[in-house]
């Protein structure tokens, strides 16, 4: 099976931008979740989607949003950019459910603001 | 919420040496701990993960063991390997997708 895939692998905005990444779970995985990463906070959650509804938010602000679409593939926005959202924004895919999954991440998009 | 603690947030081991790595969460709902390494410009990967009806799992040079009364967990390493150098992620969750990792450990196995 192919693996989690994320588009872009790099970016670069200027702040007060928008950006729109992209992530393709595993087939048959059903649910995506995305994680900022950055060298002070390490991995900190973002939200989760299964079946195209959002279960679960961390505590970002509402700048961050996400959706996800009927074939499981999901996108985050970050509306506003600010400097401080310079990070690897990696998205992990699993089969989903109640009981926690094994999650597998994809190579990450690099954000850079600038 | 979900609170992790990662110690050491270094270790320097000799090859063919042991590493171990430890973690404690906070919250006792917590049911599912994985353990990722992450090498420099990689993504993470999944090594291990334990399940909280169970105490210890093995996989070959790796182990992990859980104390759920202590509610902390611990990554074994035996017979370390330069290539064992990395960043080591241990997480917790209790439910859905949802993961709360601590903040690393970086492994330097010297040959």
């Known amino acids: 099976k192919a693996g989690v895939t994320q588009t872009p692998r790099y970016l670069i905005k200027t702040r007060g931008q928008q950006v729109t990444l992209s992530c393709s779970p595993i087939s048959g995985h059903r649910s995506v979740s995305w994680y900022q990463q950055t060298p002070g906070q390490g991995l900190q959650f973002l939200f989760e989607y299964f079946s195209e509804t959002q279960r679960n938010k961390g505590n970002f602000p509402g700048r961050f949003s996400g959706r996800q679409f009927s074939n499981s593939r999901s996108e985050m926005n970050v509306s506003t950019l600010e400097l401080g959202d310079s990070a690897l924004y990696l998205c992990?895919?699993?089969?989903?459910?109640?009981?926690?999954?094994?999650?597998?991440f994809g190579p990450g998009t690099r954000l850079t603001v600038t | 919420g979900e609170n992790v603690e990662q110690h050491p947030s270094t270790l320097s081991v000799q090859e063919g040496d042991s590493a171990v790595i430890k973690c404690t969460y906070s919250?006792?709902?917590?049911?599912?701990f994985p353990w990722y390494k992450q090498e420099l410009g990689k993504r993470p990967q999944l090594i291990i993960d334990i399940r909280s009806n169970v105490g210890e799992k093995k996989d070959q040079r790796i182990a992990v063991t859980l104390n759920k009364t202590a509610k902390h967990f611990s990554l074994h390493i035996t017979e370390t390997q330069p290539e064992d150098s990395a960043v080591y992620f241990c997480?917790?969750?209790?439910?859905?997708?949802?993961?709360?990792f601590g903040k690393g450990t970086m492994l330097l196995v010297s040959p």
């Open positions: 919250d006792s709902a917590s049911n599912y």
């Open positions: 992990a895919s699993s089969l989903g459910g109640q009981v926690p999954y094994e999650q597998y």
């Open positions: 997480a917790a969750s209790k439910g859905y997708s949802t993961l709360t």
